[in-house]
């Protein structure tokens, strides 16, 4: 009995000291490399370079896998196919949480959304009602939103005929009205002005530089300004969907469900999210409930949290990947008129570009995945560590914020010949990478779990209003403009539009 005792005891003791050494042995393995910071602020001095080109350049320097040190956060950029598939494959759990700041975690009423919220149970079940209740080919409203809203953007170039056309602006609002529709129901319409500067508030309020992010304990410098700015935008949106969810209400109280003044109105984002909502486990917790008995109850906050998600997902992303394609193509007049006889040999010149055309516009979807490689609307990916973990030798600690560069990746030339030219036949190709997530050398919808639910409907959006808009026109540059001379600069922000506008003169070409 004591020698079985003393075994046990033995081997107790080896394994503690085993899991020291492991643990000690991480703790000093090397960070990735990176440029010396200084005390305290580490590399904060270098915050500009936080982009996809900045990143782009130091990976250039330093390699695929780079450590900076921003105040008292790590921060690790992957920037080459390899590495992405070791952060986003190998060890996706480990890699799976998202960094949130003090603005955004404010802003997301305590991450309740599923974009922020950390991956686990309650953002799994959030997933599941976005993929199977909201962004589903099956749900046929946010598909007719699509098509509705593309023959009105369509109408209105009509109009413009001649004139100049600011590509970026049209096809904002198209996206906007898309999403808003989609979300709230078209009835809602009115109060889109008022929510797209909620919206803009709120984008500037992430990127906003915060001190508190970086060295929490200054963050008493600038914090009441802050603060206040963010309490007015929380306020801001909740005074808007507040009204939205009551009127939801009223008609599911009033059992007048998916009526409307007697008129049959067809259930929008809001309604499909009120099945799932629960005053009770609201008022009392503040929390989502998930147990056998209520089964999966969220709160307003949640359904708050989620629509915003939806709109900066859906809005801006869809948008900057048309401009990008209808530029990219208009300095590029030879696929520009590839796609062009395409589209009349497929569809012929008398009617609009239907969905079930699309899977025979081969030409076309090359070109919109090439725009995507060059200009992924959302060139960095933000993901945050779980715990510890080791890359390539590399130590990388818990809550560390991890950016992969999608824009470096789509670009990397040891993946792409000739990679910063835009070539649609390069996916003519058979065995030419696929978007779907299982090849790293391409990722504009990013890879596993956090990958992008609204996929495909972006791409459905994204095709048909591409495919609608050089169907119906010839477009034209202006004052004699030479397609090289169209600047392809973009801004860095949420996402990564062009900087300067495209204007074009539409003209009819049916
Ligand atoms: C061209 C169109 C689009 C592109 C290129 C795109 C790209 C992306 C990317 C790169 C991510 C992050 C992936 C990662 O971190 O690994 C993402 C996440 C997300 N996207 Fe999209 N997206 C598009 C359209 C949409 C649409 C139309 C919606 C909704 C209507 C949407 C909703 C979301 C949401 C909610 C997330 C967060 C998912 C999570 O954290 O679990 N996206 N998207």
Not at 164 to 187: D, P, Q
Not at 351 to 378: G, M, Q, W
Not at 477 to 505: I, N, Q, V
């Amino acid at each position: 009995m004591d020698s079985l005792l003393l075994l046990v005891s033995l081997s107790l003791l080896g394994l503690l000291l085993l899991l020291f050494l492991i643990i000690n042995g991480r703790k000093k393995l090397p960070y990735p490399p990176g440029p010396k910071g200084y005390p305290i602020i580490g590399n904060m001095t270098m915050m500009d370079q936080l982009t996809h080109r900045g990143l782009a350049r130091l990976a250039a320097k330093y390699g695929g896998l780079l450590h900076l040190k921003m105040g008292s956060l790590h921060v690790v950029a992957v920037s080459t196919p390899e590495m992405a598939r070791e952060v986003l494959q190998v060890q996706d759990g480990i890699f799976s949480n998202r960094p949130a700041n003090v603005a955004i975690t404010y802003l997301t009423y305590d991450r309740a959304d599923m974009a922020f919220a950390d991956y686990g149970p309650f953002w799994r079940q959030m997933r599941k009602i976005s993929v199977t209740k909201l962004f589903s080919q099956r749900r046929a409203k946010s598909w007719a939103s699509v098509r509705e809203e593309v023959d009105s953007m369509v109408q209105t170039a009509m109009k413009k005929t001649g004139l100049l056309v600011e590509i970026g602006e049209l096809v904002f609002s198209l996206t906007r009205n898309i999403i808003y529709r989609a979300a709230f129901g078209s009835v809602s319409h009115d109060g889109q002005d008022e929510f797209v500067k909620i919206m803009q508030e709120f984008s500037k309020l992430f990127g906003a530089f915060n001190i508190a992010d970086f060295i929490p304990w200054l963050g008493w410098i600038h914090a009441n300004e802050f603060n206040r700015r963010l309490a007015r935008a929380r306020e801001s949106l909740d005074s808007f969907i507040d009204t939205i969810i009551d009127d939801h209400l009223a008609r599911k109280r009033g059992n007048t469900e998916g009526k409307l003044d007697g008129v049959e109105v067809e259930s929008d984002m809001v309604d499909e999210l009120m099945a799932f909502y629960s005053e009770e486990g609201a008022s009392a917790t503040k929390k989502y409930v998930d147990d056998s008995h209520s089964g999966f109850k969220i709160t307003r906050d949640h359904i708050k949290a989620l629509i915003m998600d939806i709109m900066f997902g859906g809005t801006e992303t869809v948008a900057s990947a048309i401009e990008w394609a209808m530029s990219e193509l208009m300095k590029t007049p030879e696929d520009l008129k590839k796609v062009q006889q395409e589209l009349s040999d497929k569809v012929g010149l008398t009617r609009f570009v239907h969905e079930s055309d699309l899977s025979n516009l081969t030409y076309l979807k090359c070109a919109i995945k090439e725009t995507l490689r060059l200009h992924p609307p959302i060139p960095l990916l933000l993901h945050e560590t779980v715990e510890d973990s080791v890359v390539s030798g590399y130590r990388i600690p818990t809550k560390s914020c991890v950016m992969i560069n999608a824009y470096a990746i789509g670009r990397d030339p040891s993946a792409w010949e000739d990679p910063d030219t835009f070539k649609p036949s390069r996916f003519l190709n058979d065995g030419a990478p696929d978007f779907k997530g299982n090849d790293f050398e391409y990722i504009p919808f990013g890879s596993g779990r956090r990958s992008c639910p609204g996929m495909q409907l972006g791409l459905y959006a994204l095709e048909l209003s591409v495919a609608n808009l050089l169907h119906c026109f010839n477009w034209e540059l202006p004052d004699g403009m030479k397609p090289s001379e169209l600047d392809m600069e973009d801004m860095f922000g949420l996402t990564a539009p062009r900087a300067g506008s495209t204007r074009c003169c539409a003209e009819l070409s049916t």
